[in-house]
């Protein structure tokens, strides 16, 4: 008897999708999955080989290179004279010009793996878009609420530092989460259009729902105005966006898809780490002697990222299971609603607060909890699968 569950009936019709568009490239973005595709962590079959060993050596030891980051910009703004006031030399948007190169350069090579090309695929679907109705809910309502929560409850005293976090929590993945859902075993294809549309939401929903959080719910600092946070949004992620659509479609018609993937992609995908540790070391260096005063902060502000993470995950999974999701979308819907762009968090705070501020302080923290915890959570989501015997 042919099934009714509607569930079912949308992964009846990705796979569809994926034998009708055969012929094109790959639905998922990154040139590590592209590698993953095959990879038995990646495609879901067992394994002796770990999660942590399917990951590349960048981003298998991506929170030990953010800590030595911190260590480096530590040490500098302390031993080294005048650095802070160097840095802060020159403006761009209100940020200090080494600063604002770094966020540029970290945002562009994240947003070139986005496959902006797939989106044409949601409106072909009602099965789809009732996942990704499903996936906008929790990422831009239950998620940032839940961080809101958690904020309060662990920084009652701490007003900064809750809108650090607050920032973490509006900013939604688009792109670990596709490294996360390939070693899971999730779905790549339903995940590379989720980032899609998750890259124009932000644009549209960042700035508002900051304003709203931080001024409304959080009856924070009087001084956030919307134009600031549209400001920061539209340049730290405007203008690399629109130059990532560019370069993508302009690249692969140029030369050819393949050529992309496997040249362009593998030669920018560095850049965007390379962003990120420098701007660290820059926002440091320039906080210098305040940062060691504030070891405190970075541990309070730790303790309701890991209990974020754990809930979100958890949460989704469980709601997954009971309406009747397989495996690889619980998985991908899971993974997508605890992970968080904290580059984009870190731009808007540091272009809406200042590099020496906590807001700052508090979104730097968020990616060095975030690798480690979601790694294990890769490996407990693909046991729970196993122990229950969850199919796709």
């Not at 239950?142 to 005293?157: K, N, Q, R, S, T």
């Not at 790694?375 to 796709?392: H, N, P, Q, T």
Request: proline share 5%.
């Amino acid at each position: 008897m042919p099934s009714t569950n509607p569930h079912d009936s949308a992964n009846m019709h990705l796979e569809k999708g994926r034998q009708t568009h055969n012929n094109t490239q790959p639905l998922h973005a990154s040139p590590d999955l592209e590698s993953l595709s095959d990879h038995p962590i990646a495609n879901g079959r067992s394994s002796k080989k770990s999660a942590f060993k399917g990951l590349g050596w960048l981003d298998r030891f991506l929170a030990l290179w953010i800590f030595l980051s911190m260590a480096i910009g530590i040490i500098l703004g302390n031993f080294v004279p005048n650095t802070g006031p160097a840095l802060q030399k020159g403006k761009f948007v209100g940020v200090s010009v080494p600063i604002a190169i770094g966020l540029l350069v970290m945002m562009y090579p994240i947003l070139c793996k986005v496959r902006y090309e797939t989106l044409h695929h949601v409106f072909r679907e009602r099965e789809i878009w009732v996942q990704l109705g499903f996936s906008i809910i929790v990422n831009w309502i239950v998620a940032p609420l839940l961080m809101l929560g958690l904020a309060w409850a662990f920084l009652p005293d701490k007003e900064n530092l809750r809108e650090g976090l607050i920032l973490v929590g509006l900013a939604r993945c688009i792109a670990m989460v596709l490294i996360w859902t390939g070693l899971a075993g999730g779905d790549n294809e339903y995940c590379a259009i989720l980032v899609a549309v998750n890259s124009v939401l932000q644009m549209v929903l960042f700035a508002p729902l900051a304003i709203l959080f931080l001024k409304v719910f959080d009856d924070g600092d009087e001084t956030v105005s919307y134009e600031v946070v549209a400001k920061s949004v539209a340049v730290f992620l405007g203008i690399p966006l629109a130059a990532a659509i560019l370069t993508r479609f302009s690249l692969r018609k140029l030369f050819s898809p393949d050529w992309y993937e496997r040249v362009f992609l593998r030669f920018a995908a560095p850049w965007s780490l390379i962003g990120l540790l420098f701007t660290i070391i820059v926002l440091f260096a320039s906080q210098g002697k305040q940062v060691v005063r504030q070891i405190v902060s970075v541990v309070r502000v730790s303790a309701p990222l890991v209990v974020y993470f754990a809930i979100i995950f958890f949460l989704t999974l469980l709601v997954c299971h009971k309406l009747g999701f397989g495996y690889k979308l619980a998985a991908t819907q899971s993974f997508t609603a605890a992970s968080n762009n904290f580059e984009l968090a870190i731009a808007v705070a540091v272009a809406t607060y200042g590099a020496d501020s906590e807001q700052a302080l508090a979104a730097t923290v968020g990616p060095l909890i975030e690798v480690p915890v979601l790694l294990g959570l890769v490996y407990i989501v693909k046991e729970i699968g196993r122990r229950r015997g969850w199919k796709d």
